[in-house]
Every structure is written in C-alpha cells, then in structure tokens.
C-alpha cells in the first residue's frame, strides 16, 4: 500500500513537470519570460493546466500517505499539515483559473479572487512543509539517499520565489507588464515537482 502511495506521488509529481513542458509547445504566442504558467489556463488548452496542478496536488496527497507513519515527531507532523495545506491550494488553482493579467487587477471575477486564494494557500504551504518535511527525513533510514538532493530542490524553491518577488515588487502600479517573473515562476514549478519525487523515491523503491 505505502509503496503504490509513493508510486501515485512520484508519477504526480512527474506529470505535473511534463505537462507544463507540454503547455510551452501548445502556447508558443506566450513568452516564457514574461509570463506566469497560471496563464496557460487562460485558453482551450486550460484544461492541461488544471491537470498540471490536480497532478501536483495528487503528489502532494501521496507524500502524506508515504510519510505519516514515517515521521512522528511535532517537526514531520507539522511539515505535513503544511503539505496538506499546500494540495488543497493546487486543488483550488485546478478549479479556478486566473483572471487575465489586463483586467484582473482592477475588476478581479470569483475565479480570479479563489485563484489567489489558491496561491496564498498553496505556495506558503509548500514552502514551509518542504522545509519542515525536509529536516525530518535526515533521520528516516532509507531517506539518507535524498535528504542533500531534497536540501537542493528546497533551496531553489526559496530562491525562485524570491525572485519571484522581487519581480512583483519591480511593477509599477496598475502595470500589466510581468516584467521578469516567468523563469522563477517556472523554476519554482520544477523544484516542487522534483522535491515531491525525491521524497517519494525511497518508498517506491521498497524502503
């Protein structure tokens, strides 16, 4: 059971990376750069992002499902509430696209608010949880293998978001231009999908 859990969380996270490659071969007229992924939900092809984040979120589920009976101290269990809380966010992003960056700022729909409420959810919950998570798998035997490359990938999620930031920071007031934010945006994606496969690979080779 705890291994088809690892293998459900580690093809999660493998397809949430896939199909975002994919949307950049359908949406060509979006410019990497200067666009966030949300955006790929904002056309017919919207519905390969809502399985973009339904796929991470399933990942993320799964790493609940490997490691709750694995990590039993207050750090791992409360790593996991926040792993939690950040499927609930990509379950959210799934459903409730993003307004168009031209009129969302100004006149946000029901979708557009959920939307931020999906990432105010989802980001802070994978962030933290993938710190918390991180530092307790350095005792769980059969993790020892991954905890460095976990470290990593938890690093460069820090940093994307960062980025990030700064980004959003640089807009000046009712911009529409993303200036920058595209690459973080995408890098951040990468390092959860790889984190989420990291911390599933040990269960799902037997360990």
């Known amino acids: 059971m705890n291994r088809r859990a690892a293998g459900i969380s580690f093809a999660g996270g493998l397809l949430a990376l896939l199909l975002l490659a994919a949307l950049h071969l359908a949406r060509p007229d979006l410019e990497p750069s200067s666009h966030v992924i949300s955006e790929y939900a904002l056309d017919p092809y919207g519905w390969l992002m809502a399985l ?15 490691l709750f009976p694995r990590l039993d101290t207050v750090t791992g269990r409360v790593g996991l509430a926040f792993m ?39 980001n802070p919950g994978f962030m933290i949880g993938a710190i918390l998570v991180t530092i307790a798998l350095r005792r769980i035997p059969g993790w020892e293998g991954v905890f460095v490359p976990l470290v990593v990938a938890t690093v460069l999620l820090w940093l994307a978001f960062a980025f990030m930031m700064a980004a959003i920071a640089g807009m000046s007031e009712g911009s529409t231009d993303m200036g920058a934010i595209g690459w973080p945006n995408r890098l951040l994606w990468a390092a959860y999908c790889a984190w989420v496969m990291l911390a599933a690979w040990p269960a799902l080779k037997g360990r």
């Not at 984040?53 to 490997?66: D, E, H, S, W």
């Not at 993003?98 to 939307?115: E, L, Q, V």
């Open 52 to 66: 973009c984040f339904l796929a991470l979120a399933v990942g993320c589920a799964g790493i609940l499902a490997v």
């Open 84 to 122: 939690l809380a950040a499927a609930v966010g990509l379950t959210l992003a799934a459903f409730f696209p993003m307004d168009p960056i031209a009129t969302g700022a100004t006149n946000p729909s029901f979708s557009g608010k959920m939307h931020g409420v999906a990432a105010t959810i989802g």
